[in-house]
């Protein structure tokens, strides 16, 4: 079974554009979550979406949004890029929302924000 | 507040010794769960440990849940150069809406 795929993998953008990232759950999985990854922060929680309905939301701002398409594929959209938003953003896909089993996790998306 | 305690936050240590990361977690959870992370790399899922007791067991690595205590250990046993990694536990809190709580992260560097 192939695993979560995450495009792209690097990105560069400068401060004030937006970016879009993309998710591919393992096929089967109807429950994607995002979060980002940076040094200072560690491992912080952005949403999660099931059958294309946020389900929950970590506490970012406005900027951060994400949708979810009837094939579970998903996507992030960041606008306005700040600087502190340079950060690993990981994709993680399970079968159902609120576990209990585990998450699985992409390679994840390196964003630099100039 | 809903966190997370991993200590220690970095361990360096020589092959052939054990050692223990610890867990702790700051509100009612029966759902723990342990990742790892190579460096540049994604995150590993190792245990899911859903139940006050519960012990599993890969290989060199042994990680086990005291729901009373709020506190997982992930114990490494005669360790290899291999386990160097940095290793996460995260939990859900009971009565939440299921997101995800981290821990810093556990630096583990094993020395040949």
């Known amino acids: 079974k192939a695993g979560v795929t995450q495009t792209p993998r690097y990105l560069i953008k400068t401060r004030g554009q937006q970016v879009t990232l993309s998710c591919s759950p393992i096929s089967g999985h109807r429950s994607v979550s995002w979060y980002q990854q940076t040094p200072g922060q560690g491992l912080q929680f952005l949403f999660e979406?099931?059958?294309?309905?946020?389900?929950n939301k970590g506490n970012f701002p406005g900027r951060f949004s994400g949708r979810q398409f009837s094939n579970s594929r998903s996507e992030m959209n960041v606008s306005t890029l700040e600087l502190g938003d340079s950060a690993l953003y990981l994709c993680a896909s399970s079968y159902q929302a609120g576990g209990p089993e585990t998450q699985y996790f992409g390679p994840g998306t390196r964003l630099l924000v100039l | 507040e809903l966190k997370v305690e991993q200590n220690p936050l970095f361990l360096s240590m020589q092959e052939g010794k054990n050692y223990t990361i610890y867990c702790n977690y700051s509100t009612t959870s029966d759902r723990l769960y342990w990742y790892r992370q190579d460096p540049g790399k994604s995150l590993e899922s190792l245990f899911v440990?859903?139940?006050n007791g519960a012990v599993k067991q890969e290989g060199r690595l042994m990680a086990s849940l005291d729901t009373k205590a709020r506190l997982s250990t992930l114990h490494i046993t005669a360790a290899v150069h291999d386990l160097s990694a940095t290793y996460f536990c995260?939990?859900?809190?009971?009565?939440?809406?299921?997101?995800?709580?981290w821990g810093a992260g556990t630096k583990l560097i094993i020395k040949p």
């Open positions: 995260a939990f859900i809190p009971s009565d939440s809406n299921y997101q995800l709580i």
């Open positions: 979406y099931f059958s294309e309905t946020q389900r």
């Open positions: 440990l859903l139940s």
